[in-house]
């Protein structure tokens, strides 16, 4: 299994450093070290309000979670769920989901505002966009078909201890 997840961790890191010439720098000062008050490695046991979600991510070794009474707006986006990941118990992702254009412009719109707006990681769709930090990355896109819109953040410290315990 932990090699199954090493895997997918490689081929989503080549994945992004792949689009590195379209990746962009937090602006300055804005490099988050977690999501809404949660820093990273936080404890799940010690956060109140969390209820397990739907299923196990990382091959069995971590579980996501949404946060009961959790604000369902980031600007003016209406947000269709926030799931909050944990590996070894410890918060490491968070992935946030919108359905329909207009949300997904306001949720690009604040997350632009906030961390710096980017180049397109791609030319056609689904919009793609990429921020690299030294305590997280992140990326943004939008799939027209679908019309959902999925805002993913994790945090590096971790993925870099992941990376070392399956050397």
């Known amino acids: 299994m932990k090699k199954f997840w090493l895997i997918g961790l490689i081929v989503l890191t080549v994945g992004l450093w792949s689009n590195f010439c379209f990746a ?8 988050p070290d977690g999501f809404r008050g949660i820093k990273w490695g ?10 397990y979600w739907s299923g196990t991510i990382f091959s069995g070794e971590g579980k ?10 980031m600007g003016g986006a209406e947000l269709e769920r926030i799931e909050y990941s ?7 992702n968070v992935s ?3 359905r329909g254009y207009a949300n997904w412009c306001g949720l690009k719109e604040v997350v632009f ?3 710096g707006k980017v180049n397109q990681g791609n030319e056609f769709p689904p919009e793609y966009y990429l921020w690299f930090g030294n305590i997280t990355d992140m990326s943004l ?3 027209e078909l679908s019309e ?20």
């Open 24 to 31: 962009g720098d937090f602006k300055a000062g804005s490099e």
């Open 42 to 51: 936080t404890d799940i046991k010690t956060l109140k309000g969390m209820k």
């Open 64 to 73: 996501t979670y949404i946060r009961k009474n959790d604000d369902l707006h």
């Open 86 to 92: 944990f590996l070894g118990g410890k918060f490491c």
């Open 96 to 98: 946030v989901f919108t």
């Open 113 to 115: 505002e906030r961390f």
């Open 141 to 143: 896109q939008y799939d």
């Open 148 to 167: 959902e819109g999925k805002f993913f953040m994790f945090s590096m410290e971790i993925a870099k201890q992941v990376i070392q315990q399956m050397k």
